[in-house]
């Protein structure tokens, strides 16, 4: 697994500190069962590593309503990987980024463990309703910010933020 994990990130000598992989292209079906895959192969890797933490780890999971869906890991890896990493990953230097356009189709349990957000421009009645049960604190005037942001804004709230602030 160190092999594999130092060849995606060494090449000709050169260590990179971003891998991008796409999977635009992808069908579905199979491009769930990698994203699993891949993220529980760096959980256990990072688990197994004798200093915890040493080697950091930030998975960012774009179109995340794609991939981390409540109990769909549980036929394929025996549990829910997302959930795991999101719930445990901190102390062994996983963390996940997740970004969505639907939170209501998320696992309820990654994104409870999620302690800040940047929520640009939402209109889905569900997934609007889905935030504001879901964040302790936030006011019905940022849920109305929510239906009316430009492209390009959005509302940021959670521990970094005092308040909940437009950028």
Not at 35 to 51: D, G
Not at 129 to 134: C, G, H, S, T, W
């Amino acid at each position: 697994v160190e092999e594999y994990l130092s060849s995606l990130v060494i090449q000709n000598g050169l260590k990179y500190q971003l891998l991008n992989i796409n999977l635009e292209d992808i069908d579905d079906s199979i491009a769930k069962v990698i994203v699993k895959i891949f993220s529980r192969i760096i959980f256990e890797y990072t688990k197994a590593l004798q200093n915890r933490a040493t080697i950091p780890f930030n998975l960012i999971v774009e179109e995340a309503h794609r991939y981390i869906k409540s109990g769909e890991d549980i036929d394929l890896l025996g549990y829910n990987i997302f959930d795991r990493i999101t719930k445990e990953g901190r102390k062994y230097g996983v963390i996940m980024g997740l970004i969505t356009q639907r939170p209501s189709e998320m696992s309820e349990t990654a994104l409870s463990q999620c302690n800040n957000f940047l929520c640009f421009k939402m209109l889905h009645p569900k997934d609007v309703e889905y935030i504001k049960n879901m964040v302790p604190n936030i006011t019905n005037e940022v849920v109305k910010r929510l239906r009316i942001l430009q492209p390009g804004n959005c509302v940021a709230f959670g521990a970094a933020f005092k308040v909940p602030t437009l950028i």
